[in-house]
């Protein structure tokens, strides 16, 4: 069974930072496309960042890029999610995901993705 395992979500003050953390098995880290989504209130989920430690690729989303990092280490097997220069509509449930299959990350979304974390509260205020 597939576990990911997330954490560090919270609130904080626009121009902030924080760091979500994805813990899982080695298996699980080496060989499956990681991911981060996030869903808004009333909103769709939508892709954040993508991670293959196979090919030694990462993706993301042009709303993010420059301001995220997503973040393997192979150590820990866990998957980070650097955010910095939060702004009010980063607030959302950021979920971390895990696809079996190797595919080109940048045509990834939802549909695609295996398992899925619980999902943590990442709210930002003006």
């Known amino acids: 069974q597939v576990q990911l395992m997330e954490s560090g979500g919270g609130s904080v003050q626009a121009g902030g930072s924080l760091r979500l953390s994805c813990a899982m098995s080695?298996?699980?880290?080496?060989?499956?496309?990681l991911g981060w989504f996030r869903q808004a209130p009333g909103k769709e989920r939508e892709r954040v960042a993508y991670?293959?430690?196979?090919?030694?690729?990462?993706y993301y989303a042009d709303s993010v890029q420059g301001r995220f990092t997503i973040i393997g280490d192979n150590a820990k097997t866990t998957l980070y999610l650097q955010m910095y220069s939060l702004k009010p509509e980063d607030t959302a449930v950021y979920y971390c995901?895990?696809?079996?299959?190797?595919?080109?990350?940048?045509?990834?979304?939802?549909?695609?993705?295996?398992?899925w974390g619980q999902g943590t509260q990442v709210t930002v205020s003006s």
């Open positions: 995901a895990a696809r079996e299959r190797g595919a080109l990350l940048f045509s990834l979304f939802e549909q695609d993705f295996d398992y």
């Open positions: 080695p298996y699980i880290f080496k060989n499956y496309i």
């Open positions: 991670y293959y430690r196979q090919s030694g690729t990462s």
